[in-house]
């Protein structure tokens, strides 16, 4: 996996700098170890609307300038509550890459960073790597090592909020593109590396908003990457269509009255109906989940009960209750025959209940994976040539492919990391440097089947 020979490889030691007051540094040095391409991650500024005041920003070593004295490599750790510096990092990559480098101002303060390597025919459509720059807040009690250091431990497993979800990708791109920039290697389509913010809240102000601008319909995009998740088994996981977010809020209102009484059609008496009839819903897919070998969780619809609202003392009967769920409709789901299911959820309980939507998609695409498919074909027939072996599926939560697919680009949910427990969101979130090293080899492969799709009928 480690390749001998010192273009190709660093001794390298990571110094995390910390911020404990304006002014004040203090140094910390922890030992890399042995041969690693030149990752760095950096403490770095909080996405407005992510909880966690931190967040893991990738740095990637890109040459022997970045490279210090004995082959020390450095990453700051920054506080701020300004997202400039992680377009300031990817505006470096863009310059040492040689590569063009646009930022698009979705929303006030929210930055969608393009870099652009021109194809050889730009009449083609384009190839798009995107990855998003926010994560989701940390519990650091429950961490075995600073989520924010980058820890590597002496088994070579590196600790950090976003080491799955998604820095690890947004290296792998960079890393991929540097090295086919090296070789020499030019390619018939334009490929263009899109990192944008507010994913993890959703996408509202960041890929939602970018796909309707001018300037994502300028990137004439034809096909797009994104994220998927690791894979424990010896497989591949690749996405080719999502589950619907339904966050649904059910409120009951009834009479209202004193704790000591046996008061009638109260508020919570409706809402444990509704209640129990979604989740004896829920528990029917479950056991549909279990019951087929053959079904992924992503296959069924999902709810969880997530909110339980109501009641100002113990000895008020309150005269409004609500509670809110978190659906995850499959995508081969009648959407307009489930929300009447809902309706009639809430009709049952009696009268006084509603629902409304806190976020409600209703546009289910699926990306084709059948070889008479160009995308398809070029990239499994990549994944062929390197003996990888794929597992197709419908993505079980929800990502910014969603977006993509709505507007017409195809797009495959896809994070190299077969033989590694899913730890996105998770207390030690890692990845085994051996992992992220395949994942550059596997990009720098299929980077050049991608742009290099020969002619669709559409571009004639």
């Not at 007051?21 to 996405?47: D, F, I, Q, T, Y």
């Not at 929210?110 to 926010?134: A, E, I, M």
Request: hydrophobic share 40%.
């Amino acid at each position: 996996m480690f390749r001998e020979g010192k273009d190709d490889t660093c001794f390298s030691l990571w110094t995390c700098h910390l911020a404990f007051h304006k002014g004040s540094l203090a140094k910390k040095h922890l030992p890399w170890g042995p041969r690693c391409k030149g990752l760095l991650w950096m403490r770095n500024c909080v996405e407005a609307g992510v909880c966690s005041p931190l967040w893991m920003s990738p740095h990637l070593c890109l040459g022997p300038w970045e490279v210090r004295m004995g082959g020390e490599a450095e990453a700051a750790a920054r506080l701020s509550v300004s997202p400039g510096a992680a377009v300031a990092f990817f505006e470096e990559r863009a310059l040492q890459l040689g590569l063009g480098c646009q930022k698009v101002e979705v929303a006030p303060g929210r930055v969608v960073t393009v870099l652009t390597w021109p194809g050889t025919n730009p009449k083609l459509s384009s190839v798009l790597l995107n990855s998003h720059t926010d994560v989701v807040p940390v519990f650091q009690e429950y961490w075995s090592h600073d989520p924010f250091e980058a820890f590597k431990d002496a088994d070579g497993y590196i600790y950090g909020r976003g080491a799955q979800d998604m820095k690890c990708v947004s290296i792998q791109y960079l890393e991929a593109v540097r090295r086919l920039k090296a070789e020499g290697h030019h390619f018939p389509r334009t490929i263009h590396l899109t990192f944008v913010p507010d994913e993890e809240i959703g996408g509202h102000q960041g890929m939602e908003l970018f796909v309707k601008r001018p300037e994502f319909q300028a990137l004439r995009a034809g096909f797009a990457l994104d994220e998927g998740l690791a894979n424990p088994t010896d497989a591949f996981t690749v996405f080719y269509s999502e589950r619907s977010p339904w966050w649904v809020r059910v409120t009951s209102t009834g009479k209202p009255g004193h704790g000591s009484r046996f008061i009638e059609d109260t508020a919570a008496e409706k809402l444990h109906k509704v209640v129990s009839s979604i989740l004896a819903f829920r528990e029917k897919e479950r056991q549909r989940l279990q019951s087929d070998p053959q079904l992924k969780e992503g296959a069924v619809t999902s709810v969880n009960l997530t909110i339980l609202e109501g009641g100002v003392a113990y000895n008020v009967v309150p005269a409004t209750m609500s509670a809110s769920f978190d659906f995850r409709v499959a995508p081969d789901v009648d959407l307009k025959a489930f929300e009447g299911q809902l309706q009639d959820w809430c009709q049952a309980a009696g009268e006084g209940v509603t629902f409304e939507f806190a976020q409600k998609w209703t546009e289910p695409q699926v990306t084709p994976t059948d070889d008479s498919d160009p995308w398809w074909a070029a990239f499994s027939g990549a994944c062929k040539d390197m003996n990888l072996t794929l597992e197709p599926e419908i993505f079980p939560a929800a990502t910014d492919s969603r977006y993509l697919r709505a507007v017409g680009v195809p797009a495959l949910g896809f994070s190299p990391m077969n033989r590694t427990p899913i730890l996105l969101h998770d207390h030690d979130e890692r990845l085994h440097e051996a992992v992220f090293l395949r994942g550059v080899d596997i990009y720098t492969r299929l980077l050049p089947a991608l742009a290099s799709v020969p002619v669709l009928p559409s571009e004639s």
